[in-house]
Nanobody
Framework: QVQVVESGGGLVQPGGSLRLSCAAS????????MGWYRQVPGKLRELVAQ???????SYADSVKGRFTISRDNAKNTVILQMNSLKPEDTAVYYC?????????WGQGIQVTVSS
């Protein structure tokens, strides 16, 4: 019912930057918040950053000061700007869209930080 399309990611060197985009679409979307999670093998998916429909943001402690989540000018789109990337940021990143009817996930996009 809710389509979630992610873009961005790739391979960067430590200290580099990447920009992830997530666009949600569907009928009568009532989004509470959208966010980015990440997951590495053998670990639970963890919240990286999220932004509410009112614009309030929250971040994992490990990314505070380095990552910024924001609303794009396009509707139902969020941007995760990742700066000062560390090897520990390497993971598959998933966009989550939380609506009044439930949550939806993107396919996941690989982010690799390596020299």
């Amino acid at each position: 019912q809710v389509q979630v399309v992610e873009s961005g990611g790739g391979l960067v060197q430590p200290g580099g930057s990447l920009r992830l985009s997530c666009a949600a679409s569907g009928r009568s979307l009532r989004i509470n918040f959208m966010g980015w999670y990440r997951q590495v093998p053998g670990k639970l998916r963890e919240l990286v950053a999220q932004i509410s429909n009112g614009g309030s943001t929250s971040y994992a402690d490990s990314v505070k000061g380095r990552f910024t989540i924001s609303r794009d000018n396009a509707k139902n789109t969020v941007i995760l700007q990742m700066n000062s990337l560390k090897p520990e940021d390497t993971a598959v990143y998933y966009c989550n869209v939380n609506t009044v009817s439930g949550g939806s996930w993107g396919q996941g996009i690989q982010v690799t930080v390596s020299s």
